[in-house]
């Protein structure tokens, strides 16, 4: 799923929408605010820029509730796809946001995670590894690398101290929010993937866990958890290859390495 230039500026302004709203959250989550309001002011924000929530009413298959929110959001042991909630947040609260936006047919998504006033130091070092995991990641989008090395990457940052979840992945994306191929976030040398190209467009997304890498599905069908409860992270950037080398279309600002 290659994309021309044009379709490229396409991408950049769906995902300089998405970026500016996590730049709103920055200001807004604090102690005190549910994640339905935040939901609201997401699915305002993208309604006003012309703009429809990705995720809001989504399903996979007939037979899959629907996603319900226009974010998902996820506290704590939540590793991803949480839903919106009238739960406050409250000090020491670990929230993954990850966003979907669908601007003029093409999509932006990213994740960030919030941590919110006195968290657990161990937890704030996990976070700034899977950011630091994220970002070295995508300085390997280069053409002519496998798609395997994006998870090298990831791996070697992170090495054997959290749990790497396995079960979901980063993906490309373009016209449709889940396009080929999958992106692993640990190495497999069995799993080279596709080379890189000029065009491609992916979304990775590293999750971590502070302990073990096994999840579970709760059964509203759509909230993963971690297994054994520990704080979990989720960060992610839609990144197009290009020849100048790799562009983050959903640009916050966030990194500092």
């Known amino acids: 799923m290659l994309k021309n230039t044009l379709q490229l500026d396409y991408m950049r302004q769906s995902g300089k929408l998405v970026a500016d709203i996590f730049n709103h959250l920055k200001t807004v989550i604090k102690p005190g605010v549910t994640g339905l309001e935040i939901d609201a002011i997401v699915e305002d924000m993208i309604r006003s820029r012309g703009g429809r929530p990705a995720f809001k009413n989504y399903t996979q298959h007939p037979d899959m509730t629907p996603f319900p929110g226009s974010i998902c959001w996820s506290m704590n042991e939540e590793v991803i796809h949480g839903f919106p909630s009238n739960i406050k947040v409250k000090d020491g609260d670990v929230i993954s946001v990850d966003m979907g936006v669908d601007l003029n047919g093409y999509y932006g998504d990213s994740a960030y995670t919030f941590l919110v006033g006195n968290v657990d130091p161990e937890v704030r070092k ?96 759509w909230t993963v958890v971690t297994q054994d409860g520990k704080p979990s992270c989720h960060w992610e950037h839609t990144v197009a290859i290009t020849r100048n080398g790799p562009v983050i279309l959903t640009d916050r600002g966030d990194f500092n390495f």
């Open 126 to 221: 996990m976070s700034d590894l899977t950011q630091k995991a994220l970002w070295e990641a995508i300085q390997i989008c280069e053409p002519g690398n496998y798609i395997g090395d994006i998870g090298k990457a990831i791996e070697s940052v992170l090495k054997k101290q959290y749990g790497i979840v396995r079960e979901f992945c980063g993906h490309g994306i373009g016209t449709k929010l889940h396009e080929k191929p999958s992106i692993v976030n640990y190495y497999d040398p069995k799993r080279k993937g596709p080379k890189m190209e000029i065009g491609m467009v992916l979304a990775i997304e590293p999750m971590i866990n502070l302990g073990t890498e096994r999840i579970m599905v709760k059964e509203d069908g």
